[in-house]
């Protein structure tokens, strides 16, 4: 009978993902719950420092996995190997967090395992003996509560930021690490993967900016941009952009806030026609004052504004320009 | 090069959504659809390929008679057949594996060398279709891919990873590749390209025809409730003509939150 709950720990080069110690805070407060045993896994090659940082937490036992062949991430490489793992440990839960690297094989590994993978969830609740998963759909603009109704093992990831990695509770005393025997010797790796690079480097630093004005996909031409640029030179803020502004090339990409550009924490931040989609949400949320000009009161970006206006950003945002432009001129 | 682009059909990206009278899905009344962003932009790099290196691209969408209107928007930018899967059965059949099991059956006699898939759908944003598709016809894949670009016998395609970083991957053909939005400009269709559409095949197939059962694509999550999120904070709505707003903004902003 399948027991426990398995936390896939993500490592690149020997540095823990920090979005693990987030899932690892779903993992145990599951655990808690549920009385299932937590334990974690490491996928890799030399991966004794991981598994040791690992280990100071709060859960019954850190499993190593380590292969030639997990040297680097491949996803062949990474079903093959967690595949055996599952199916060796037969835990009730994995849970994983909800990276680029875990979108790209573990639906594999819950199709290969004939089970089901609840991704992207930003929360859980405990029904009895279960858990029902907490995910958003429509691009975060509604909620909802999922009941898994298949056998487990039951696969999760959770979205970064859902929970703190700080929260991650640690242990008196450290849980044993024990190595997994795998057979990787039969897997055929079938991609080959070049080193990683960063498209030319970063020209625009937004990380340090105390005050940034961001334009969306609201503004609908590229002509329109010079409003929402003058706002941002009155009020001596960097302009920046949500991914469709910089996929159409209206910004360069070095502008971009959110999953695939810089994360950000200014003093304030103005949403100019941004919706607030998750990926453009996870870079810009701890900002300490958001403001969001939107037409569409339902818009996500209101749930996280401080101050909003619900409206043209044709009329409001010359508007706020020249009420900025006044309150300087006063100074 | 033969390519097979996975289409969904989901609701208008301006849509109003309200949560529907079960509590369990939206209210689907008064929705206007379309195809969700990555797939137009799966299908717009599949075009591309095709026409860089010839041979056909294939549609695939799964759903109600609705989703015709997307299925023959992309023949009209250029897709040549097209495979609708239809069947009342598969409403019930929502999750990602049913839909990836249905869509799997359905392509068991295609040959193609790619498949494309967007990296995940406005509406679902499961982001596991594709690859529990590529599982099941034992093809490797690849995720979030900004860049493709076949040699012989082999893709090679640049794959984004998180915070800026980015990697060329290389898989032997057949492939599935997860495409990201924005990796390519959209096309429209053109009067003579909606006109071409209307004598291109589309194959209606019913589950029965693919093997497939309702007990067999029952789905193994299932949504129990849908309802509004609870906001994390507390927005203060500033009302009024936008320069007596915008006057109360930026009168807060500077004496209330203080950060100008």
């Known amino acids: ?331 | 090069m033969n390519i097979v682009v996975c289409l969904k059909q989901v609701p208008k990206k301006d849509s109003i959504l309200r949560i529907g009278p079960d509590q369990k899905w939206i209210d689907e009344r008064d929705i206007s659809y379309e195809m969700s962003e990555a797939d137009a932009y799966a299908l717009e790099e599949a075009l591309r390929q095709k026409e860089k290196h010839g041979g056909e691209v294939i549609v695939i969408s799964v759903g109600p008679e609705r989703v015709r209107q997307s299925i023959k928007e992309a023949l009209a930018k250029g897709a040549d057949r097209a495979i609708h899967l239809h069947d009342p059965i598969f409403d019930t059949a929502t999750d990602a594996a049913a839909i990836a099991r249905s869509i799997a059956a359905a392509l068991k006699d295609e040959k193609c060398d790619l498949i494309m898939t967007g990296l995940q759908s406005d509406d679902y944003g499961f982001a596991q279709v594709g690859l529990i598709l590529a599982e099941h016809l034992g093809l490797p894949s690849a995720t979030i891919v900004m860049e493709v670009q076949p040699e012989e016998g082999t893709v090679r395609v640049k794959r984004e990873l998180e915070s800026g970083w980015f990697q060329w991957v290389r898989l032997p053909m057949p492939a599935l590749l997860t495409i990201q939005s924005g990796i390519n400009q959209l096309r429209y269709a053109t009067l003579k390209g909606i006109m071409a559409a209307k004598k291109k095949e589309i194959r209606e197939v019913k589950a029965a025809d693919a093997g497939l059962t309702a007990d067999g694509l029952k789905p193994a999550q299932v949504i129990e409730r849908a309802y509004l999120p609870e906001k994390t904070k507390r927005t203060e709505f500033i009302e009024g003509k936008p320069a007596d707003a915008a006057a109360k903004l930026v009168e807060k902003l500077r004496f209330d939150a203080r950060v100008i």
């Open chain 1, 1 to 331: 009978m399948s027991q426990g709950i398995l936390l896939f720990i993500e490592q690149r080069d020997g540095v823990l993902n920090r979005t693990s110690f987030e899932a690892m805070v779903a993992a145990q407060g599951i655990a808690s719950a549920t009385g299932e045993k937590l334990s974690a896994v490491v996928f890799g090659k030399s991966i004794a420092s991981v598994a040791s940082e690992v280990a100071a937490r709060k859960l019954e036992a850190v499993y190593t996995v380590e292969d030639n062949k997990l040297a680097e991430y491949t996803c062949d490489g990474y079903v093959a190997a967690s595949k055996q793992v599952v199916e060796k440990l037969d835990p009730r839960f994995v849970i994983l967090s909800h990276t680029y690297q875990v979108r790209d094989f573990a639906p594999k590994l819950a199709a290969t395992l004939g089970k089901t993978f609840v991704t992207d969830c930003v929360g859980y609740r405990t029904d009895g003996n279960d858990v029902v998963f907490t995910r958003q759909i429509f691009q975060g603009k509604i909620n909802t509560d999922v009941r898994v109704t298949g056998a487990p093992p039951i696969l999760a990831s959770f979205q970064a930021g859902s929970y703190r990695a700080d929260k991650a509770e640690s242990a008196e005393s450290a849980a044993p690490i024990a190595p997994l025997e795998i057979n990787m010797g039969d897997v055929q790796i079938r991609t080959q993967a070049e080193p990683k690079f960063q498209e030319a480097k970063q020209a625009v630093d937004l990380s340090q900016a105390p005050l940034i004005v961001a334009v969306g996909r609201g503004i609908k031409s590229q002509e329109n941009i010079e409003i929402v640029q003058k706002l941002a030179e009155t009020l001596g803020a960097e302009i920046a952009a949500s991914r469709p502004i910089c996929d159409n090339e209206w910004l360069p990409m070095d502008r971009q806030i959110g999953s695939s550009g810089q994360t950000v924490s200014p003093k304030l931040y103005i949403a100019v026609g941004i919706s607030g989609a998750i990926q453009h949400v996870v870079g810009m949320k701890n900002a300490q004052t958001i403001v969001a000009i939107n037409k569409d009161a339902e818009a996500p970006i209101f749930d996280i504004a401080d101050y909003g206006i619900v409206g043209d950003l044709f009329e409001i945002v010359p508007a706020l320009t020249a009420e900025i432009e006044k309150v300087k001129g006063e100074g």
